[in-house]
Nanobody, 126 residues
Framework: QVQLVESGGGLVQTGGSLRLSCAAS????????MGWFRQAPGKEREFVAAISYSSYTTYYTDSVKGRFTASRDNAKNTVYLQMNSLKPEDTAAYYC???????????????????WGQGTQVTVSS
């Protein structure tokens, strides 16, 4: 059984930082591209960041470039999202996702991912 478990969310003030973690089990982690998505109440799920299976490629949505950094440690079966300079508009539930190796252009597409975590809430106060 595949499980993705996010952690690290919480309440932070504008300009603060959080580091999200996603621990994977039940799959061969190094065979999967990993993505981060977020969803705020009343809004559609939004792509945030992705990192390829080899860590060679990372991809970010424009609104988080320069502030967020995705990384992975295949030995620990864990992917991370370092979130700096947080803004109120970053407030959302953040989800980790795993998808089998695909093209670079597909990394931002939710349909590419096979497995999803339960989410962790990030709230940024103004």
């Amino acid at each position: 059984q595949v499980q993705l478990v996010e952690s690290g969310g919480g309440l932070v003030q504008t300009g603060g930082s959080l580091r999200l973690s996603c621990a994977a089990s039940g799959l061969t982690f190094s065979n999967y591209d990993m993505g981060w998505f977020r969803q705020a109440p009343g809004k559609e799920r939004e792509f945030v960041a992705a990192i390829s299976y080899s860590s060679y490629t990372t991809y970010y949505t424009d609104s988080v470039k320069g502030r967020f950094t995705a990384s992975r440690d295949n030995a620990k079966n864990t992917v991370y999202l370092q979130m700096n300079s947080l803004k109120p508009e970053d407030t959302a539930a953040y989800y980790c996702a795993a998808g089998r190796r695909s093209s670079l252009s597909s990394l931002r597409l939710s349909a590419m991912y096979n497995y999803w975590g339960q989410g962790t809430q990030v709230t940024v106060s103004s």
